[in-house]
């Protein structure tokens, strides 16, 4: 039978821990809880859902990426194989994993902002009216 595959969208919990197996692999694992959210019909609102909680393994590069990038309350997506279900969490391992832009903006080493886009927006000089003569 074929592993489960999921697509998650959720927040980082914890911090990534980087480690190396025995032949130099990298591996990384963190926490990632996903907050459904659902529609409440007697308030006419959607109201947060139950979380559920995910112990994600990320394996060689996407591992040393991941302990690069990540932190605890940046928000993923993530494409992985569900390989055990214990201790009401959800065991996943890694395929592909990407930063969401909901709520951030992110740059790649190939598309760092110019030094000017640091820079402060400053409004143009507001014209002056003209002195009477």
């Not at 595959?5 to 959720?10: K, R």
């Not at 190396?20 to 019909?41: N, Y």
């Not at 909901?102 to 409004?123: D, K, M, N």
Request: hydrophobic letters at 35%; a neutral charge; aromatic letters at 6%.
């Amino acid at each position: 039978m074929a592993p489960s595959i999921t697509h998650v969208s959720g927040t980082v919990t914890s911090d990534v821990e980087c480690r190396f197996t025995e032949s130099g692999i990298a591996v990384c694992r963190f926490r990632l809880t996903e907050t459904p959210s659902q529609w409440d019909a007697a308030t006419q609102k959607w109201r947060d859902g139950t979380p559920i909680p995910y112990v994600c393994t990320a394996w060689r590069d996407l591992a040393r990426n991941a302990a690069e990038s990540l932190t605890s309350g940046v928000t993923v997506l993530l494409k992985g194989r569900i390989t055990e279900i214990k201790d009401n969490s959800i065991y996943l391992s890694v395929d592909d994993l990407g930063i969401s832009l909901r709520q951030r903006i992110a740059y790649t080493e190939a598309s760092l902002p110019s030094p000017a886009a640091a820079a402060p927006v400053t409004p143009p000089p507001t014209p002056q009216p003209a002195a009477p003569s």
